[in-house]
């Protein structure tokens, strides 16, 4: 305490803080050091946390559009290959002269077409 009242710090860190903080950044850019220690001079918590929280969510929205759009695109496969199997199937229906089958299967394959 009593340093403190008499203004004599044992460390010259004491008199300047910026001087200090800029020297110690410049030693550690010299050494090569790419992580480097920041004080933090905002002091706006509530300001930080709504910060956080609206990364967060918006974070977890990607996450859902993206597992969406997977689901959409699993189904979509599923469901292209079971137009192809149709589709082999009504070839083969063709060839053995099954031709009722196989207009029942272009029915389902393309529902829009009229009779």
């Given at each position: 305490m009593e340093d403190h009242n008499t203004a004599t710090?044992?460390?010259?860190?004491?008199y300047n803080m910026d001087d200090y903080h800029r020297r110690?950044?410049?030693k550690q850019m010299k050494k090569g050091s790419k992580i480097l220690e920041t004080e933090r001079?905002?002091?706006n918590d509530e300001e930080q946390r709504r910060q956080e929280l609206m990364v967060a969510r918006e974070k977890q929205k990607e996450e859902q559009v993206e597992a969406l759009k997977r689901s959409m695109?699993?189904?979509m496969a599923q469901a292209m290959k079971e137009q192809a199997q149709l589709r082999e199937e009504m070839a083969y229906q063709y060839k053995l002269g099954n031709f009722e089958a196989a207009a029942a299967i272009q029915?389902?394959?393309d529902p829009d077409v009229a009779m």
């Open positions: 710090f044992p460390s010259k860190k004491y110690k950044m410049e001079i905002i002091f695109q699993s189904g029915r389902r394959l």
